[in-house]
């Protein structure tokens, strides 16, 4: 096998993308850090308040539209479809080290979610 | 060579990133087309309208995170400092055919570039 970072980062994101995010927090480490728009997220349990809102309540389905990778690096770029938007592409970037992903770059345009977020506000006067 | 089309896709991108947005759109199928936040941008005059503010007048510098690539495909991930924001990723997955990209899937975060452009705005009543 000559992308084990590609064959873990594959694994981690059909099983939060499937709503299976126990099994997605098994390929992260403890320590995870992720670099998401909003700001920098550490640890396992910020990791899961991030992705559980997406994953649990918004997400609808995924087509992956490219994933490549080598010893320690892999990249998934993928759209998703969502309530809030028909198409909400996104990339992953994931480092991993002794068979966990330390670290994740993830990018994607908060625009359609923060659109939804207000429009499920109550209205003010 | 056995990814040409990220040895293109690196070349597109270090021309656009220096600037050069002549030398980047050479790389360009006439028949471009970009999925990029905002919407279907097709044809290489709206490609260049596009990028040309960004990259003139927005960006500050680029680090490239990551870049992969095959026969036909490339991604590439990297962090930009911009006016707009500190750290601003994105991530280029571009389709390569006959020497040109004729699609790139652009990701990124439009919420720091909006931001600024409404604080760029005359102060409404």
């Known amino acids: 096998m000559t992308n084990p970072a590609l064959q873990i980062a594959l694994a981690y994101h059909r099983a939060w993308t499937g709503k299976d995010l126990d099994l997605a927090l098994t390929y992260l480490a403890d320590e995870v850090v992720c670099d998401a728009p909003a700001g920098r997220i550490v640890g396992i349990e910020a990791y899961r308040d991030f992705l559980a809102p997406f994953a649990e309540r918004l997400l609808i389905s995924v087509e992956m539209i490219a994933a490549f990778g080598d010893d320690s690096t892999a990249v998934l770029v993928y759209d998703?479809?969502?309530?809030?938007?028909k198409?909400?592409?996104?990339?992953?970037?994931?480092?991993?080290?002794?068979?966990?992903?330390?670290?994740?770059?993830?990018?994607?345009?908060?625009?359609?979610?923060?659109e939804f977020r207000r429009r499920q506000e109550p209205a003010r006067p």
């Open 80 to 85: 998703t479809e969502t309530i809030p938007a």
């Open 87 to 114: 198409s909400a592409p996104a990339a992953e970037c994931v480092t991993v080290r002794d068979g966990k992903i330390v670290y994740n770059r993830f990018v994607f345009d908060r625009t359609p979610f923060d």
